[in-house]
């Protein structure tokens, strides 16, 4: 069963704009993973917060983590087109052995 | 990160035949590996989890009969559809987990594009 969801289901933004995308779950986690998935692609893992941590950072990613509200957020800084894909949060609870599972996921498209 | 592959990329079968998807972790021993399933523009929904030496443990909803999970090594689990079925089109996506820290990690393969005609 999915556990998350995503907003919003889908963003265009202009190359160079930021895009936040937001998902939300229900249950406690061990940690909060992003992915990024091109189009009829495999999945790209871009950064795992774990949930002790509050914010981290990757390049031009950064994700924010409130358990109190169990809630994530991605934010892409200086978009470009190449971002273009959907993005995914993933949950992993304590004692589950890695399963993860994913919310609906967030369509982007950065128009050049 | 470690590196999964899967075979076929892309199958076209004809409805009623069985089709077996390979998913192989080529540099580390996954003890544990899953299958999601993806139908187009949707999310990636967990199938089952297959454990190496063990029988594998299904979602709720998912017939084991019909997804058949072998997971005879450390390194290659395969995913058989059965009697597939229009409806079974869709992608399918292995992962192998890992242990990496205090986290349990997944290694995510290409995905594999299955159409039943």
């Known amino acids: 069963s999915q556990q998350g969801e995503e907003d919003p289901q889908a963003l265009s933004i202009q190359e160079g704009e930021n895009a936040t995308m937001n998902c939300s779950y229900k249950?406690?986690?061990?940690?909060l993973q992003w992915y990024r998935q091109n189009s009829g692609r495999g999945l790209v893992h871009l950064i795992l917060?774990?949930?002790?941590?509050r914010e981290k950072h990757s390049g031009r990613l950064r994700v924010t983590l409130d358990t109190s509200k169990k809630s994530s957020s991605l934010l892409i800084t200086a978009s470009r087109a190449a971002d273009t894909a959907s993005y995914f949060c993933?949950?992993?609870?304590?004692?589950?052995?890695?399963?993860?599972?994913f919310g609906q996921g967030t369509e982007l498209s950065v128009k050049p | 990160g470690a590196v999964v592959s899967q075979h076929p990329s892309w199958v076209i079968c004809k409805s009623g035949t069985s089709v077996k998807i390979e998913c192989r972790s080529l540099?580390?021993?996954?003890?544990?590996m899953f299958w999601y399933r993806q139908f187009p523009k949707q999310s990636l929904m967990l199938m089952a989890t297959?454990?190496?030496?063990?029988?594998?443990?299904?979602e709720q909803g998912v017939e084991k009969d019909k997804f058949l999970i072998n997971h005879a090594s450390l390194t290659l689990s395969t995913l058989t559809v059965t009697s597939a079925h229009p409806e079974d089109s869709s992608f399918y996506i292995c992962?192998?987990?890992?242990?990496?820290?205090?986290?349990?990690?997944?290694?995510f393969g290409p995905g594999t594009r299955l159409t039943v005609l």
């Open positions: 540099d580390f021993q996954a003890t544990t």
């Open positions: 917060i774990r949930s002790n941590e």
């Open positions: 993933a949950t992993a609870a304590y004692n589950q052995g890695g399963k993860l599972i």
């Open positions: 249950t406690s986690i061990n940690n």
């Open positions: 297959s454990n190496e030496g063990s029988k594998a443990t299904y």
């Open positions: 992962s192998a987990g890992g242990v990496s820290g205090s986290y349990n990690e997944q290694f």
